[in-house]
């Protein structure tokens, strides 16, 4: 199974430097990609490589910690979306905190413009020597079957506790939660 991401809609709002992200942002994923997915099991929340999955083993530092809601919807497609979707997230997270750094998972879960983003973004907390440390629930995670080899996923995500961190220094940039990048911004 592969999901495929459009670089517009990649997730909440953008975590810089040196502010959080949003209370709470929205995504939209019009270009899942679902293949093979109605064979065997429901896909299980968090594969990896020792489960014979074939998949990259994803670790995220003990400080960083992503709560995924939603994840069962008894459909078993659907559900191997949203195991997907979860393990693309964490898998970029883990080349920004440098626990995946040859990028193997962020990989694994992109191609095409979805992998060039993801790329970059990761990029850029290197360029500013910079990682993410807290906690970031995703919510209202539903997929939308569109047909038989694509899916619409959609999700929010709480990233009010989720903060950006020196490398160097180990300071933690925390801002106002607001409900907007704007707004933040705008400070």
């Given at each position: ?141 539903k997929v939308t079957l569109k047909e038989k ?39």
């Open positions: 199974m592969v999901i495929r991401r459009r670089p517009g809609v990649l997730a909440a709002p953008a975590l810089t430097a040196t502010s959080v992200l949003a209370l709470s942002g929205c995504a939209a994923d019009d270009s899942a990609s679902v293949e093979d997915a109605d064979e065997g099991t429901a896909t299980p929340p968090r594969p990896s490589a020792s489960s014979g999955t074939g998949r990259p083993e994803i670790d995220l530092p003990s400080d960083l910690k992503l709560i995924f809601e939603d994840g069962r919807t008894g459909d078993r497609v659907k559900d191997a979306v949203l195991a997907d979707n979860a393990e693309r997230m964490r898998a970029v997270d883990a080349a920004i905190a440098g626990t995946d750094r040859g990028g193997e998972a962020v990989g694994f879960y992109n191609t095409g413009k979805a992998l060039e983003a993801a790329t970059s973004w990761v990029a850029r907390f290197e360029e500013a020597d910079a990682t993410v440390t807290g906690e970031v629930r995703y919510f209202d995670r080899s694509s899916a619409l996923l959609t999700f929010c995500a709480d990233e009010s506790k989720g903060f950006s961190k020196d490398r160097t220094t180990g300071e933690i940039a925390k801002t106002p939660v607001t409900r907007s990048p704007r707004e933040a911004a705008a400070r």
